[in-house]
């Protein structure tokens, strides 16, 4: 089974412990011309749920990207700051290395093995690992234990499964990896509500009761922060608000122009647009 990694409830860190991932003022430029992160910070305390939140194109999945060492393959690269995993800098490893360190990214659109079934899948998440045929199959029926309806499906192909069936499929391949941290990338995207509202409390689960970390990019702010406990919001590249979930649960300006509700009631498209012009909290 996953080892817990925290004891605190809450999923903030302890006194005088460091964070288990830190970005620090990273830019990221594509194809050595567009600038697309800029100065962007942000820290997952161990035990942590920690979301980005921002419309599309913000730069959500590219700090993510970067976090994983995925750019390369997108002619992307990190060209000021650090990147940091357990007081290690690691902007100069591999992708596979770093998942060899419990840092493992669910990439945006799922992106199972159509070809291979269920099982298949998941059990191509637990290739690095080296401690034995009883450990992985321990861990397999954890992941099973966790998403039922997979063990239902284990034997079907999974590119004939569902959307929600294949999004699990990908956070429990993750999970076979043994991480102590999941990127995880628009979870919510192209699923019914009542499927995300489920992975959502999986994902809680997962992290009080055996200890992973997560740090998710998710344009459905509304669902994110009700279960993350930090978020940072992001704007052309830019974090411009960050705080405790609670906290920018009730911002009147997140509420306005990410919920959708104003402190006089719902706003109607025309009044949100505004946000465009004013964006009061980059002033």
Not at 80 to 106: M, T, Y
Not at 185 to 195: F, H, K, R, V
Request: charged share 25%; with cysteine; hydrophobic share 35%.
């Amino acid at each position: 089974m996953l080892q817990k990694a925290s004891d605190n409830e809450n999923g903030s860190e302890k006194a005088g412990e460091p964070p288990l991932l830190e970005v620090n003022n990273i830019e990221v430029i594509y194809n050595h011309v567009i600038l697309v992160l800029k100065g962007v910070s942000l820290t997952v305390p161990k035990g942590g749920i920690v979301s980005i939140l921002g419309a599309n194109g913000a730069g959500k999945t590219t700090t993510l990207k970067a976090i994983s060492n995925l750019l390369r393959a997108e002619r992307g690269e990190v060209t000021k700051g650090n990147i940091k995993f357990q007081g290690d800098e690691i902007q100069d490893l591999s992708s596979a290395e770093l998942v060899k360190r419990g840092c493992i990214q669910v990439m945006e659109g799922r992106h199972c093995f159509g070809h291979l079934s269920i099982e298949e899948n998941l059990l191509t998440g637990a290739y690095t690992r080296g401690d034995g045929r009883g450990a992985i199959a321990a861990d397999l029926e954890m992941v099973y234990n966790y998403f039922p309806r997979l063990k239902v499906r284990r034997k079907s192909q999974a590119g004939y499964t569902s959307g929600g069936e294949q999004q699990m499929c990908a956070i429990g391949r993750a999970l076979m990896s043994r991480p102590s941290t999941i990127l995880l990338d628009e979870p919510s995207m192209g699923l019914a509500p009542q499927l995300v509202e489920e992975i959502f409390g999986i994902v809680q689960d997962l992290n009080s009761k055996e200890g992973v970390s997560f740090l998710l990019a998710e344009q459905n702010t509304n669902i994110a922060l009700r279960y993350a406990t930090y978020g940072y919001i992001l704007e052309s590249g830019r974090v411009v608000m960050d705080g405790e979930a609670k906290a920018l649960r009730e911002n009147e300006d997140v509420k306005e122009f990410y919920l959708g509700v104003g402190g006089e009631g719902r706003k109607s498209f025309r009044d949100v647009k505004h946000y465009k012009r004013r964006k009061r909290w980059l002033a």
